[in-house]
C-alpha cells in the first residue's frame, strides 16, 4: 500500500501483514453524485484468521473462538464506506480490523473478587427501612374499624 501510515499494529510489537490483507473496492451505496458513481471508495478488507502465521497460536486460538460469528470460512471482513477517497478508507478498514483483532487476542479478565457489604451499610438500609416504615405509618388514621 503506497502512501498508507505504516503498519497498523495489533498489541505489542505484532502489526497486521500486508502480505496476508487481501483488498476489495468497489463503488460506494448512496447519494453523492459524479463522483460516487464513477470512482470506487468502498473497500473491504479481508484477513483470513484461519490460516495466518503472523500471530502467535495462543493468540490465534483466542481471535478464532471469540470472532466466530463474524468469520466466514476462517476469514475476518471489515467494510468501510464513510469516506469519499478511497486512501481514506483503506486506513479506516485497516485501523477497524487492528481494533477488531487487538480486542479478540486480548487475554481474559482475571476472576472476579467476590466483595462483602460492608456492615455499617447494611445497618444503616435497615435503620432507613425501618424510618421509612415509621413515616408510612404515622399517616394513617388511627381507627380504622
Not at 32 to 57: C, I, M, W, Y
Not at 61 to 74: C, F, I, P, V, Y
Not at 88 to 98: G, K, M, Q, S, T
Amino acid at each position: 500500500m503506497d502512501g498508507m501510515s505504516g503498519p497498523h499494529l495489533i498489541r505489542g510489537s505484532v502489526s497486521l501483514p500486508e502480505a496476508e490483507l487481501v483488498w476489495r473496492f468497489t463503488r460506494s451505496s448512496g447519494p453523492g453524485g459524479q463522483h460516487v458513481n464513477t470512482t470506487d471508495t468502498a473497500v473491504e478488507l479481508r484477513f483470513d484468521l484461519a490460516k495466518t502465521e503472523s500471530l502467535p497460536e495462543v493468540w490465534k486460538r483466542r481471535a478464532l473462538e471469540r470472532l466466530s460469528g463474524r468469520l466466514t470460512d476462517g476469514v475476518v471482513t471489515v467494510r468501510a464506506s464513510e469516506h469519499r477517497s478511497q486512501w481514506r478508507n483503506r486506513e479506516a478498514a485497516a485501523v477497524r480490523l487492528a481494533a477488531l483483532l487487538a480486542e479478540a487476542t486480548a487475554p481474559p479478565p482475571g476472576p472476579r473478587r467476590p466483595t462483602r457489604i460492608p456492615r455499617g451499610i447494611n445497618e444503616r438500609r435497615l435503620r432507613e427501612k425501618k424510618q421509612r416504615s415509621q413515616t408510612k405509618r404515622g399517616r394513617s388514621p388511627k381507627d380504622w374499624d
